[in-house]
C-alpha cells in the first residue's frame, strides 16, 4: 500500500490511499517548503488528518500511521465553563499521553501530529488539544495564560481519570513545556512529563514581540496591540497578561517538581527563539531530570523532527510504567 500524493497551487495537498505491489510498511514524507503557514488534509480509509505547519516552518511530514487506529474529536468543559477541543489517537491503551502545544499553535501543529502518529505506532494513546483561547477551543486568547493554560491541562487529566483512563505522561513544546513544568510544580499526580525548548529565563524574548520600551507602553495605555506584518491587528497584550508572564519563576517551579517525577527536557542546539542555555538550567534546577540537547536543531526540530519524535518515545517508553 502506498499513497499517491497530488499537490495543488493552494498549498493544499491532498493524499489517498491506492493499492501497491507490496504488503510490507511504507513510510509516507511530504516535504512542504513555504514561508507561510499551510493546511495539510490526508485523506485515508479511516479519517481525514489536518496538519498545520508553523509560518517559516519547512520540514518533512513523517506520517506513519495505523489504519486501524481512530482519532476521536472530544470537547472537555475547563474549570471556566470553556470548551476544549483536541483529538484523541486511541489505540485501546489504557495509557493516555497528552500532547501541549505552545504560543499560537494549535493541537494541528505538524510536531504535535507527528508525535502522536508515533505514539500511536507504539500502541501508546495520545490526546492532542486546544489549549482555550486557541485553535477550536473557546475562550479569549491571551499572551501570558501559563496558569489557565494549567487549569486546561488539570481539567483534561480530570476528564480522562473519569473515564477510567489514565494519563500517564504530559509534553508540551515552548510555551506548552513550560506548562507541564508548572503543571508538576502544583500537582504532583503526573509522574513523566517531557519539556520541549521550554523557556527558563521569563523575562527575555519579550522586546522581539513587543518591542522596545515595552514596560512603559503597558503601564501607560494599559495594554500593546501587536500587529503582523501586513499591519493587522493580531492580538492584544494586556498588562495582567504582560505581568503574569514576568512573574512566571520556572526556577521555584523546578525545584516545587516531585522526586519521583522523571522530567526530560530537549532542546535544539541552534534554537532561535529560546537559547538552549535556557534547558541546562532546568536540568540543573528540577530534582530528577534528563537532558537531550539534539545538535543542530532549531526551536520547531525542521530538519530533526525523526530525532525529536525517537528521543521523546525512548524516554516514554523506559519510564512510563517504572516503579
Not at 1 to 28: C, E, G, W, Y
Not at 46 to 73: F, Y
Not at 122 to 146: L, T, V
Request: aromatic residues 6%; glycine residues 8%; proline residues 2%.
Amino acid at each position: 500500500m502506498i499513497h499517491m500524493v497530488d499537490l495543488t497551487s493552494s498549498n493544499l495537498i491532498t493524499a489517498t490511499r491506492t493499492p501497491s505491489l507490496s504488503d510490507s510498511r511504507f513510510k509516507q514524507r511530504l516535504l512542504l517548503i513555504n514561508k507561510h503557514s499551510h493546511n495539510l488534509t490526508l485523506n485515508t480509509t479511516t479519517r481525514p488528518i489536518h496538519l498545520k505547519m508553523a509560518a517559516g516552518d519547512s520540514t518533512t511530514a513523517n506520517l506513519d500511521q495505523n489504519p486501524g487506529i481512530e482519532q476521536k474529536r472530544i470537547v472537555i468543559q475547563n474549570n471556566h465553563g470553556e470548551k476544549l477541543v483536541g483529538l484523541l489517537h486511541d489505540t485501546g491503551s489504557k495509557d493516555i499521553v497528552v500532547l501541549c502545544h505552545g504560543f499560537q499553535c494549535t493541537k494541528e501543529y505538524n510536531m504535535m501530529v507527528e508525535l502522536a502518529f508515533g505514539l500511536e505506532k507504539h500502541g501508546i494513546s495520545a490526546f492532542r488539544f486546544d489549549f482555550s483561547g486557541n485553535g477550536e477551543s473557546e475562550g479569549i486568547f491571551e499572551f501570558g495564560n501559563y496558569r489557565k493554560e494549567v487549569d486546561d491541562l488539570q481539567a483534561v487529566i480530570q476528564h480522562f481519570a473519569a473515564e477510567n483512563r489514565v494519563v500517564s505522561a504530559i509534553l508540551g513544546h515552548s510555551k506548552g513545556g513550560n506548562v507541564v513544568v508548572l503543571y508538576a510544580s502544583l500537582h504532583h499526580d503526573i509522574h513523566t512529563v517531557v519539556n520541549v525548548s521550554g523557556r527558563y529565563k521569563m523575562d527575555r524574548g519579550i522586546e522581539e514581540r513587543l518591542g522596545k520600551d515595552y514596560l512603559e507602553r503597558v503601564k501607560k495605555d494599559g495594554f500593546i496591540d501587536i500587529k503582523s506584518k501586513k499591519g493587522e491587528s493580531s492580538f492584544r497584550v494586556t498588562k495582567e497578561s504582560l505581568m503574569e508572564r514576568l512573574n512566571t519563576n520556572m526556577h521555584e517551579a523546578g525545584l516545587k517538581v516531585d522526586q519521583d517525577c522523571k522530567v526530560l527536557t530537549v532542546h535544539g542546539s541552534v534554537d532561535e527563539v529560546i537559547p538552549v542555555e535556557d534547558a541546562s538550567a532546568f536540568a540543573k534546577t528540577i530534582p530528577n531530570h534528563e537532558l537531550r540537547i539534539i545538535e543542530g536543531a532549531n526551536h520547531g526540530y525542521t530538519n530533526h523532527r525523526d530525532e525529536l519524535v525517537s528521543v521523546v518515545l525512548n524516554f516514554l517508553k523506559n519510564n512510563m510504567h517504572r516503579a
